[in-house]
């Protein structure tokens, strides 16, 4: 429920121990990689590689190999390659030669199939014309063209009536007649032209097209079959190759990738008079094995030092969860990662978001179902919204029991509840709407003072006054928020008049002042000047005076904001009765299936709207008050088998 | 009332296809294709001109093939809509029935005018108007005489507008002239339809949306005028459709009564149309005055367009929209053909 605690690495060494010393970093999985440039600053005789990747063109060779014989390259365990570079280069030259001349064969099959099957279609337009193709082409004093005309340009053809030419249309398609027009020889350029004009296409008939149209098509459509079947052949041939040989492709992948990906990482090296000079990030408790990868490089010195000891570069940040907080991570991920030396909000998360939508989701039945349905998600597909689910839905299940509410049957626990004690359920929601609402109004301010507190003690962990103390969402506005909340209860509820004058001029006064006058406090308790020029007074009593009233509406807004708490627990209950309603209307055998179905459609879209509406409240009401999501993650070098893009 | 009440789903379909509308996007990545075929490609795979180019070969169109189907689309768009509540019974909404048909005879006429014997009129002709003029166009395509073509347009209101005209010492007819008459007959036909079809408030709306239409047409008509001839008043106003009001003769004169162009686009920075040019990125000048204008127009129909209530307005003003969309089709089609900088296809899109 923390940070992870890092640990400042330099690492030097001799340029020629470089990949070794890259291949110990990704092979340790826990080096965090800065670029070393802007550790040393330039100028001071340091200079970065900039060097071509040698293992990109051999890469891209095994990825265009792969890509045409549709095979997705995985990752394998290449330890028993011995191959060097150069070997692995003719490994895949090999390959490539075993593959090539299958692959010219398919192509040159698929070419000759498409071939017969653009005849096909032509010749199938052309079958009304019950003439040898042959006798066609062999008309001496007579030009016939073959094509389609745009409908609308047919019905321009009226235009050359008196033209020596004749259009025979024997197919009309969506846009377009198919046809021949016949042409005296001596004619045909101007009546090309005309067509042209018309927008005539032309066809082209292969001269291995025999016969008449229907001969023609027996023919093609024999052929078509032939060269299928011995297409098929040829891929089975290549797949059968590929089964055998695709081990070996994966493990030459996976060794190149690994060799690609480490070279890449010499970019952030920066080097001078033959020397390298690295810089990352550790996690602490790695510090020993990491040092220990190194023992057999006595070219290559590793120092280890306080994170903060580098005001260049901020350290990584990696959370540091527990079981029932850690996939909560992904929220913090979304909103953005705490700064190195900041809060880890995960569990606050985890906790607050857990209660708020079992409270906006309170069903037993729902609930278990939901968290049933993540326990299978989490077990197929290993991801942190499974394991979200089972936490919220036990949850859901947990604020069902106190609504008394099981699939919308809002009277199924009376007996359980008379055992032990009580005479029906504890809340039932739509006789004590108020109860709720208030409720809910009370769950979001107890929140609000929460998450002020987790502010005021990052305040004061980082030596910022301003922030612990003095500003809105510090001890002054704690003590403000506080004093207006208990104000309100007391009088309006315990009928205790305390809003007097010594109460609201040491609770309510006091506390806006100093919170109007933060800012020139906060500088005077940390002895800070500020170099900024010094505003005029009127400025700064306006300035401050709109974000005082912002800070105090801020408090209004965010407390009523969970009256939509209130408000998903009212709309739930009356979502399953209205499913209960529907379910006594139908025929009585019909009415377990409405039953059934409606109870899914809430749980889908109620669960969706809550879920949503609970991670509002989280960013919006909850975050804005003491977090800031400045950090950057923490990401040790490795190789990326899944990303297929090269430098 | 009731009628004009059933009538309004037309606004919500209009609206509904005018989401769909070409953006500057499209627009763009249109103009950065090389050919013909990748612009018929683009469109037919990101555009709503998918339908219309389903059943076409994209590697294969000719420009003006592709043209011309554009062309019908529009022609379509028309029909769909007057189709969808049975507008077209109502006489207004065959403006654009009355407009192409002006354009046609224009076209013949300069058919007729070329006197070689060519086919160029019926290689413009859209076959897609053949169904839907008043009068034989393929008739027209086929005459070689003014006679003639008086006679194929006997039973139609052209003919009296036309029977007047006569010819120069070469022979040839004033093009210019004859559609400035047809235009004009045009514009008061239309005033006409919409007084004798619409309340007075959706009237009100649509003389407004008319003569902003022939305000900046005069407008652009009289500038081209004073820059090709440098002519006086006196001959401009033979260029100009029929004023709509007293109020715009009088803005009309002014601008024609300068001495050069520069002052007449001086005084037109200054009309109630110019200081709206004035606030464009590009400002109004000399170079750019039919363009900013055109872009003035687009851009007014299409505020009057979002906030309309009335289906005349909104009918009239999205086959306006769509009819720019096309000329923008049109020119990066023509631009792509002949190769012409990107830069300069910029400039001549109007949005």
């Not at chain 1, 014989?69 to 003719?90: G, I, T």
Request: with cysteine.
């Amino acid at each position: 429920m923390s940070i992870e605690k890092m640990e400042l690495v330099n690492v030097a060494g001799l340029l020629e121990d470089l990949d070794q010393t890259l291949l110990r970093c990704c092979d340790s999985g826990c080096f965090h990689m800065e670029s070393a440039l802007q550790d040393v600053g330039d100028g001071r005789g340091f200079t970065a590689l900039h060097e071509e990747n040698p293992y990109v063109p051999t890469l891209k060779r095994l990825y265009s190999l792969a890509g045409s014989l549709n095979f997705k390259l995985e990752s394998a365990d290449y330890s028993s390659l011995k191959e060097n570079d150069l070997q692995l280069d003719e490994y895949v030259s090999n390959l490539e030669g075993e593959f090539r001349d299958l692959r010219e064969k398919i192509r040159v099959g698929k070419q000759e199939i498409s071939q017969r099957e653009q005849a096909l279609i032509q010749v199938k337009h052309l079958d009304g014309l019950n003439v040898d193709f042959q006798k066609i082409f062999a008309l001496t004093h007579i030009g016939v063209r073959f094509g389609k005309l745009p409908a609308d340009s047919f019905n321009k053809l009226e235009y050359y009536q008196n033209r020596p030419f004749v259009f025979v249309p024997y197919e009309r398609g969506k846009e377009f007649f198919w046809g021949a027009y016949f042409v005296p020889n001596e004619e045909k350029q101007i009546v090309d032209s005309i067509f042209d004009s018309l927008y005539f296409e032309r066809v082209r008939v292969p001269d291995f097209v025999r016969g008449t149209a229907e001969d023609a098509v027996k023919d093609l459509t024999d052929e078509l079959a032939a060269l299928n079947a011995e297409l098929s052949e040829s891929t089975a041939e290549m797949e059968k190759l590929l089964k055998e040989r695709r081990s070996d492709l994966n493990k030459v992948f996976s060794k190149l990738k690994f060799l690609h990906d480490t070279f890449e990482l010499r970019k952030e090296a920066v080097v001078m008079n033959g020397k390298f000079y690295l810089v990352g990030f550790i996690p602490l408790k790695s510090a020993k094995t990491f040092m220990g990868l190194f023992d057999d490089l006595p070219g290559v010195s590793v120092i280890l030092s306080p994170p903060e000891l580098d005001q260049r570069i901020t350290p990584p940040t990696k959370l540091k969860n527990n079981i029932f907080s850690n996939p909560f991570a992904m929220f913090v991920e979304m909103y953005g990662l705490p700064a190195y030396n900041g809060f880890n909000p995960t569990m606050f998360v985890a906790i607050t978001y857990t209660l708020l939508f079992g409270a906006m989701f309170g069903d037993l039945g729902q609930g278990l179902v939901i968290a049933a349905v993540g326990f299978v998600l989490y077990r197929l597909k290993k991801n942190a919204i499974g394991q979200i689910m089972l936490r919220i839905g036990v949850s859901s299940a947990c604020f069902g029991l106190l609504y008394g509410s099981v699939f919308g049957y809002e009277h199924a626990l009376t007996p359980l509840y008379q055992m032990i004690g009580f005479e029906s359920k504890p809340l039932e929601v739509f006789a004590q709407t108020n109860t709720v609402l208030i409720g809910a109004i009370a769950l979001g301010a107890i929140l609000i003072l929460i998450s002020i507190l987790i502010n005021i003690f990052i305040g004061f962990k980082q030596k910022d006054y301003e922030r612990a103390i003095f500003g809105n969402n510090g001890i002054a506005g704690f003590v403000f928020y506080l004093a207006i909340l208990v104000g309100m209860v007391c009088q309006m509820v315990l009928g205790i008049p305390i809003f007097n004058a010594p109460y609201i001029l040491i609770f309510c006064v006091i506390p806006a002042l100093i919170m109007f006058f933060r800012v020139p406090l906060g500088r005077y308790f940390s002895n800070r000047h500020s170099e900024e020029e010094h505003e005029g007074i009127g400025t700064f009593i306006a300035e401050n005076f709109f974000e005082l009233f912002e800070y105090i509406l801020s408090y209004v807004t965010n407390t009523v904001s969970f009256l939509r708490v209130g408000g998903f627990v009212l709309s739930h209950a009356g979502m399953m009765l209205v499913v209960m309603t529907l379910s006594e209307m139908v025929a009585e055998g019909m009415s377990p299936v409405v039953v059934i179905i409606g109870n899914i459609f809430v749980m889908c879209m109620e669960g969706m709207i809550v879920a949503i509406q609970s991670l509002r409240l989280e960013f919006y009401e909850l975050f804005s008050r003491f977090y800031e999501g400045d950090g950057h993650a923490f990401r040790p070098v490795g190789v990326n088998y899944e990303s297929d893009s090269l430098e | 009332m009731m009628d004009q009440l059933i009538t309004k789903a037309t606004i919500t379909k209009a609206r509904a296809m005018y989401g769909k509308r070409l953006k500057l996007e499209d627009y763009r990545e249109l103009m950065h294709r090389s050919s013909v075929a990748e612009v018929a490609d683009y469109l037919k795979r990101n555009t709503h001109y998918k339908e219309l180019l389903s059943g076409v070969d994209t590697n294969t169109i000719h420009r003006g093939f592709l043209e011309d189907l554009i062309k019908r689309h529009g022609m379509e768009r028309y029909q769909k809509l007057c189709n969808f509540q049975h507008l077209d019974k109502i006489a207004f909404y065959n403006y654009e029935i009355y407009q192409r048909e002006v354009e046609e005879i224009v076209a013949a006429i300069m058919h007729l005018n070329s006197g070689d014997g060519d086919n160029y009129y019926i290689d413009v002709l859209p076959a897609y108007l053949l169904s839907h003029a008043s009068f034989d166009l393929m008739a027209l395509a086929k005459t070689t005489t003014f006679k003639a073509l008086l006679n194929v347009l006997a039973k139609t209101p052209y003919r009296k507008l036309l029977e007047h005209e006569q010819p120069d010492e070469n022979g040839k007819y004033n093009c210019a002239k004859i559609e400035i008459v047809l235009r004009s007959a045009y514009i008061e036909w239309m005033k006409d339809a919409v007084d004798k079809c619409f309340g007075k408030k959706e009237a009100a709306e649509l003389h407004v949306m008319i003569k902003e239409q022939v305000d900046l047409i005069n407008a652009i008509n009289s500038f081209r005028i004073k820059v090709l001839a440098d002519a006086g008043a006196e001959v401009s106003e033979l260029g100009t459709l029929p004023y709509y009001e007293g109020k715009s003769r009088r803005k009309q004169e002014y601008l024609m009564e300068s001495k050069d162009p520069s002052e007449y686009i001086n005084r037109l920075q200054h009309s109630f149309y110019g200081r709206q040019m004035m606030q464009f990125e590009e400002g109004l000048t000399k170079d750019n005055l039919e363009h900013t204008v055109l872009t003035l127009r687009f851009r007014l129909t299409k505020r009057r367009f979002r906030t309309t209530v009335s289906t005349a307005v909104s009918f009239y003003s999205i086959l306006y929209l769509f009819s720019v969309e096309e000329q923008n089709l049109i020119n990066i089609i023509e631009g792509i053909r002949y190769q012409v900088p990107i830069s300069y296809l910029e400039r001549m899109v109007v949005l």
